[in-house]
Nanobody, 129 residues
Framework: QVQLVESGGGLVQAGGSLRLSCAAS????????VGWFRQAPGKEREFVAH?????????DYADSVKGRFTISRDNAKNTAYLQMNSLKPEDTAVYYC?????????????????????WGQGTQVTVSS
């Protein structure tokens, strides 16, 4: 079984940047794809970004973060990252990383919560005006 731990959240002013990390342990994480999701108070958990760890360069983003966020991974460190630039108050949420074995190519599957078998505990991101 794969364990995931997010870190890097905090309080930042609008227009600022943060880098989130998702550290994996257990299993063969190099064969797992990774997604970032976020959940604001009173809202459903929503898709943010996805990267195929098996292929290494298959990347998808939610429209709301395209051009501002970048997902990446370092296989040697078994870690995925979410670089968040030009942050807005509406980006405020708890951010979660999830993982699943293999690779899904259809966006409907990539953005579906139930596609991800493993989840971290989340890290809080707060963007002030």
């Amino acid at each position: 079984q794969v364990q995931l731990v997010e870190s890097g959240g905090g309080l930042v002013q609008a227009g600022g940047s943060l880098r989130l990390s998702c550290a994996a342990s257990g299993g063969t994480f190099g064969t797992h794809s990774v997604g970032w999701f976020r959940q604001a108070p009173g809202k459903e958990r929503e898709f943010v970004a996805h990267i195929n760890w098996g292929g290494g360069r298959s990347i998808d983003y939610a429209d709301s973060v395209k051009g501002r966020f970048t997902i990446s991974r370092d296989n040697a460190k078994n870690t995925a990252y979410l670089q968040m630039n030009s942050l807005k108050p509406e980006d405020t949420a708890v951010y979660y990383c999830g993982a699943y074995l293999g690779f899904l190519k259809e966006i409907a599957s990539i953005t579906r919560l139930s596609s991800y078998k493993y989840w971290g505990q989340g890290t809080q991101v707060t963007v002030s005006s």
